[in-house]
C-alpha cells in the first residue's frame, strides 16, 4: 500500500492504495465517488470513463499509479442533481435512459466530445460514442441529448 | 426528522444494525428506531396499512414488492396511485422491494408488471381513498357522495371552504381497516369490488411524467445494488471456471500468498470464493489462486450443432399444445402442396452492463441483504433455504442493478455473498466480473423448431403444424443457483416452461396445431448452458420462425406479405389494426416478395412482422440494406405500431420500445453462445458483442392507445417481431433465406451462395 496524490474533481486527495490498483476502484472505494462504474474491467464497454487532463481514459485499465497528480474529472465533478451540468439537463430533458447503468460513459464521452466539437453531425456523435456499450437500447436518446446540449449553445 | 420516509418495524432492536430505509422518490434517509409513531403489521395484503401510508405533510407512501428494473415501471405504478388517490404525483413515495415492508406481489418480470402490479396497487389506493372519504364525511358532516378531492384535499362539492386534507385526516396514524385480497403474487386480487376512477378522467395516468430516478443516474448520486457500502464491509470474489464445475482437488492458498489484505479463502462443497480488505486484492486473489479442478461428471456438448441434434430427437417431458384444431393429418393428406421448414436459435446472454452484486451481512441466524434481485422475496426465501434459517430472519432490501431483462430472476451474487458472509462474519460485497457474467449469466435457450403447412390449389393455407422444441428455464422459477447448488442443494423441478406464445397462434387456419414441447435439460445448473427467462423467453424464435415460414408460403405465391397476413388474421382486430398502422406508417406498398434480383453488390429489401405477445399487439416492418461482397447487414430502419391497452405513461412506453428494438436488432444480427467441449468460447464484449451506435437503425414508432382496456405489458412484446421482420428483410433483398441466427455475415453469405 501507499499514498497516492490526486487531483479529482478539482481537490487534492490522497489516497492509501496499493499503486498498481485500477484507478476506477480507488475512485469508487476509497474516494467513495460512485460516478466511473464497472462494467467490464476490460476497457471494453466505457462504463469506467473518467477525464484525465482533458481526455477520456478508461479507468479501469490504467493504474493509479499513472494518474497520480494528473488532473481527474469525474461524473459528479460535472454536477449534481440540484445543479446539473448542461449535458446532465440535457440527458434528464431528453429522458435519455432506461437503466442508467452505462451513462456516466455516455456522459463523459459526450463532454470530451463536444469540447473538441461544440457542434457535432449525428454522424460524428455515433462515431465518438462508438466505444460506449448500452445494452437497454437509448443510443438514439442519447443522440438526442448530446445534439439538445450541443444547441442550448454552453460549451460543455 | 425526515417525514418523508415512515419507519414501519424495530428493525434496530430486532437486527442490531442500523438499517437506511431508501425512499425512491426521497434522498437516502436514515430511519430511528422510533420513527413517527408508525408501526405496521407484517405483509398482509388484507390489511390497507400493509400497501401505504400517509404523513401528516399529505405524503403517500407506497410499500410495494414491485421494483424498478430500469423500465421506469415504477413511475408509472406511482402515477397509477397518485391518480386513484387523487394526490400530487410529488407527494408519492415508493418503498419498493424491501421484504420487511412490501407484501409479496410476485416477482417484477415479464412485462407483467403494470398489468398485474399496477392493478393491485390501483385497488388497494381505490379503496384507501373510499376510506379516507368516510374519515372525511364524518369530520365534515356531509354524506361520501358529496365530497370531492383535489390533491390529497377532501372538500363539499359546491362549498370548497368545507375541507380537509388527507395529512390532517390520518398523519401519521394507520387506517386500521382491512380490505380484500385473495391468491398470490401476480394473482392476487385486491380489493376488487372498490370501483377504481373512470379513466376518462385521467389526470396523471396517461401523461409522459419525467422518471424521478433519472437525474440521479446523470449524475452518479443513484444508488445501484454496485454502490451500495455499509461499515465494515469486506469484498469477495468468486472463482468458477467457464466450463461445467466440479469439485476443487486442491486448491494452492499459498499461489495467493503475496497478495495482501486477503482474508480468507472459502471453501464449501464445490464453491471456491475469496475474501479481501480491498477490492483489488480480492480480485486478484480470485484470477491467481491455484485451483485443481476435479473432472467434471457433466460433459458439455461438443459444440451448438449438438445441442440442436439433442433438441430435434430427445422426447420431450411435457408437450404443451397450445392450439388444436380440426384434423391436420386429413388435411396434410388432401394438401396441394405440403411445405416444410425448420428454423434454429442460439443460446444468448441477457449482456448486464453492470454484472450482478450483492451485499450480505450474515450474524449468526440473521442475514441482511442488499440485492438486485427481480423477487426480493424470492431471493429472501432461497437465502433462508440455503443458510438453514428462517424466512423471517431474512431482510432482503432491493437496490436496483443494471438492466438484466430477466437475469437477476435469479440472483447468484445474493447466494455468494451471503455464503461469504457466514465464512467470515463480516458484511461481503460480492461482485462478478465481466467474465464471471458472460459464462455464467444463465441463458435464454437454445430452441428447435419447425413448422409445416400445407396448401390447397387455390393457394389456402388449409393445415399448419407448429412445433417449437425448447429448453425450459434450469435456474429460476425455485431450482437452486449456483452457490445453493454447489454447497449441495438439489433441483425440485425439471424447469419452466419456455412460453407458448408466438406458433402461429395469431392466424385462424382451418386446421392448425401449435405445441410448445418441453425438452428435458441438466437442473443442476452447474454449467455456461443453464437457462432462464431472457426477455420476451422463447417468443422471438417462435416468431422467427411462425412470420418467416409465413412469408416462405406468401413469396411462394407471388402475395404481397401483408395481404397474406391480413387474410387469416380473423380473430383479433386489434393485431390486424397495429398491423395495417405499422405498414401504413412504413410506406408499404403492396408487391411480392423478394425484389427482382439486381446487379450492384448492395442491395436494399423489407420486411413485416407481427406478434401477439401477453395480449400486448405489435407490428415491425425492417428496411435493410445488404453488402452482397461481405455478407453484411445495416438495419436503416425499424417502424412499429404498439398496442398495450391503456398506455401509463407515453414517453416511458416509447422509451421502452426503442430498447426492445435496438435489442433486438443486436439479438438478430449479432449474439449467440459460442462453446465447445472445454466450455463457453465468448466471455467478454469482443467475442460476444452488442449492438453498438454505428449499428442503430432509425427507429418510426405508433402508439395505440385503448383507455377502455386495462394496461398490458410494455416492457417486453416489441423486441418480438424485430429478428423475423429483418430476416424477411433479407430475403426480400436477395431470395436467400436465413433460418438460423444470428444474421452474421458468414452466415449471409453462405445463404447467398446456396
Not at chain 2, 416492418?621 to 461481405?630: G, H, R, W, Y
Amino acid at each position: 500500500m501507499a499514498q497516492i496524490s490526486l487531483n479529482v474533481n478539482g481537490k487534492a486527495r490522497v489516497v492509501d492504495a496499493d499503486s498498481s490498483t485500477p484507478l476506477l476502484y480507488v475512485l469508487r472505494d476509497n474516494l467513495g465517488l460512485h460516478g466511473p462504474r464497472f462494467g467490464c474491467g476490460l476497457g471494453q464497454c466505457g462504463a469506467c470513463t473518467v477525464i484525465m487532463e482533458g481526455k477520456s481514459v478508461r479507468s479501469c485499465t490504467i493504474p493509479t499509479s499513472a494518474a497520480q497528480n494528473k488532473r481527474i474529472i469525474t461524473l459528479e465533478g460535472l454536477g449534481s442533481v440540484a445543479h446539473p451540468h448542461p449535458l446532465q439537463k440535457a440527458f434528464i430533458d431528453e429522458q435519455a435512459a432506461q437503466c442508467g447503468y452505462c451513462m456516466n460513459g455516455m456522459i463523459m464521452a459526450a463532454k470530451v466530445l463536444l469540447d473538441k466539437n461544440p457542434h457535432p453531425s449525428v454522424a460524428e456523435i455515433k462515431h465518438g460514442l462508438n466505444g460506449n456499450l448500452c445494452r437497454c437500447g437509448s443510443h438514439l436518446r442519447v443522440i438526442r441529448a448530446v445534439q439538445r446540449a450541443a444547441n442550448s449553445g454552453v460549451k460543455a | 426528522m425526515e417525514s418523508k420516509t415512515i419507519s414501519r418495524r424495530d428493525l434496530l432492536k430486532s437486527t442490531g444494525i442500523l438499517v437506511v430505509s431508501f425512499s425512491f422518490f426521497g434522498p437516502v434517509a436514515k430511519v430511528l428506531a422510533q420513527g413517527d409513531g408508525l408501526s405496521v403489521d407484517g405483509m398482509d395484503p388484507t390489511v390497507l396499512d400493509s400497501w401505504m401510508a400517509i404523513s401528516k405533510d399529505g405524503t403517500v407512501t407506497v410499500f410495494t414488492g414491485k421494483v424498478e428494473l430500469g423500465t421506469g415501471v415504477v413511475t408509472a405504478l406511482a402515477q397509477i396511485v397518485a391518480e386513484e388517490l387523487d394526490v400530487r404525483f410529488d407527494k408519492v413515495f415508493m418503498d419498493s422491494g424491501d421484504t420487511d415492508k412490501a407484501v409479496d406481489q410476485g416477482v417484477t418480470a415479464a412485462a407483467r408488471t403494470v398489468e398485474r402490479g399496477g392493478v393491485q396497487l390501483r385497488q388497494a389506493a381505490a379503496a384507501a381513498r373510499q376510506e379516507l372519504l368516510k374519515l372525511a364525511a364524518a369530520r365534515l358532516d356531509a354524506r361520501p357522495d358529496m365530497l370531492t378531492v383535489t390533491d390529497g384535499v377532501v372538500s363539499v362539492v359546491g362549498n370548497a371552504s368545507r375541507k380537509i386534507s388527507y395529512g390532517d385526516l390520518l398523519g401519521g396514524k394507520r387506517f386500521n381497516v382491512k380490505i380484500s385480497a385473495t391468491g398470490n403474487g401476480w394473482d392476487m386480487k385486491v380489493a376488487p369490488q372498490v370501483p377504481a376512477k373512470d379513466p376518462k378522467d385521467y389526470k396523471i395516468v396517461g401523461k409522459s411524467i419525467p422518471r424521478v430516478d433519472l437525474p440521479e443516474k446523470f449524475t452518479g448520486e443513484f444508488v445501484y445494488s454496485q454502490d451500495v457500502s455499509v461499515p465494515g464491509m469486506l469484498h469477495g470474489r468468486v472463482v468458477r471456471p467457464a466450463t461445467s464445475l466440479s469439485m476443487p482437488s486442491d486448491v494452492d492458498e499459498s499461489s495467493i500468498k503475496n497478495i495482501p489484505g486477503i482474508v480468507k479463502v472459502v471453501r464449501e462443497g464445490s464453491f471456491v470464493g475469496v475474501v479481501a480488505e480491498t477490492e483489488w486484492a480480492a480480485i486478484q486473489a480470485a484470477r491467481a489462486l491455484k485451483v485443481t479442478w476435479s473432472e467434471p461428471t457433466l460433459k458439455m456438448p461438443s459444440g451448438p450443432e449438438e445441442v440442436f441434434d439433442y433438441l430435434k430427437n430427445t422426447k420431450s417431458f411435457k408437450d404443451n399444445v397450445v392450439t388444436n384444431r380440426g384434423n391436420l393429418d386429413a388435411a396434410f393428406s388432401q394438401a396441394h402442396k405440403v411445405m416444410e421448414a425448420t428454423y434454429y436459435w442460439p443460446f444468448q446472454l441477457h449482456g448486464m452492463m453492470g454484472p450482478p452484486c450483492a451485499v450480505a451481512d450474515v450474524r449468526g441466524d440473521k442475514a441482511t441483504i442488499w440485492a438486485g434481485t427481480q423477487g426480493p422475496f424470492r431471493t429472501r426465501d432461497a437465502i433462508a433455504t440455503m443458510l438453514k434459517i428462517p424466512p423471517k430472519n431474512v431482510h432482503l432490501l432491493y437496490r436496483e442493478g443494471s438492466g438484466s431483462y430477466g437475469r437477476l430472476e435469479c440472483d447468484d451474487t445474493a447466494e455468494d455473498a451471503a455464503l461469504m458472509s457466514r465464512a467470515v462474519g463480516k458484511p461481503v460485497r460480492v461482485q462478478w466480473m465481466r467474465e464471471d457474467e458472460h459464462a455464467w449469466d444463465p441463458k435464454g435457450p437454445a430452441q428447435y423448431t419447425t413448422v409445416r403447412a400445407g396448401v390447397d390449389a387455390q393457394g389456402n393455407v388449409i393445415a399448419w403444424d407448429f412445433m417449437d422444441r425448447s429448453f425450459p428455464w434450469t435456474a429460476s422459477e425455485g431450482n437452486p443457483l449456483l452457490a445453493s447448488s454447489q454447497i449441495g442443494l438439489k433441483p425440485t423441478t425439471a424447469g419452466f416452461l419456455n412460453g407458448a406464445g408466438g406458433g402461429g397462434q395469431i392466424y385462424t387456419f382451418e386446421n392448425q396445431k401449435v405445441l410448445a414441447a418441453d425438452i428435458p435439460w441438466v437442473q443442476k445448473g452447474d454449467w455456461p448452458l443453464r437457462t432462464s427467462n431472457l426477455r420476451a423467453p422463447g417468443d422471438l424464435a417462435r416468431v422467427f420462425a411462425s412470420e418467416s415460414f409465413v412469408d416462405e408460403i406468401a413469396s411462394s405465391q407471388g402475395v404481397d406479405p401483408v395481404q397474406f397476413r391480413l387474410k387469416y388474421l380473423t380473430s383479433d382486430k386489434r393485431i390486424t389494426e397495429v398491423l395495417t398502422a405499422t405498414v401504413k406508417k412504413a410506406g408499404w406498398t403492396d408487391r411480392p416478395s423478394p425484389v427482382p434480383a439486381s446487379s450492384g453488390t448492395k442491395v436494399s429489401g423489407r420486411g413485416v412482422a407481427t406478434a401477439n405477445r401477453a395480449n400486448t399487439m405489435t407490428a415491425a416492418v425492417a428496411e435493410i440494406e445488404l453488402d452482397k461482397s461481405t455478407g453484411e447487414v445495416t438495419v436503416k430502419k425499424i417502424t412499429l405500431a404498439h398496442d398495450c391497452g391503456l398506455i401509463v405513461n407515453p414517453d416511458g412506453l416509447k422509451n421502452q420500445i426503442e430498447g426492445n428494438i435496438i435489442q433486438g436488432v443486436s439479438r438478430a444480427l449479432l449474439e449467440e453462445v459460442q462453446f465447445d467441449a472445454s466450455g463457453q468460447k465468448n466471455l467478454d464484449w469482443d467475442s460476444y458483442p452488442v449492438i453498438r451506435f454505428d449499428q442503430v437503425p432509425d427507429i418510426d414508432i405508433v402508439l395505440i392507445n385503448r383507455p377502455e382496456m386495462q394496461p398490458l405489458g410494455g416492457g417486453e412484446p416489441s423486441i418480438v417481431p424485430v429478428t423475423a421482420a429483418i430476416g424477411n428483410a433479407i430475403f426480400d433483398a436477395t431470395g436467400a433465406r436465413l433460418r438460423r441466427t444470428p444474421f452474421t455475415p458468414q452466415r449471409v453469405l453462405a445463404a447467398l451462395k446456396a
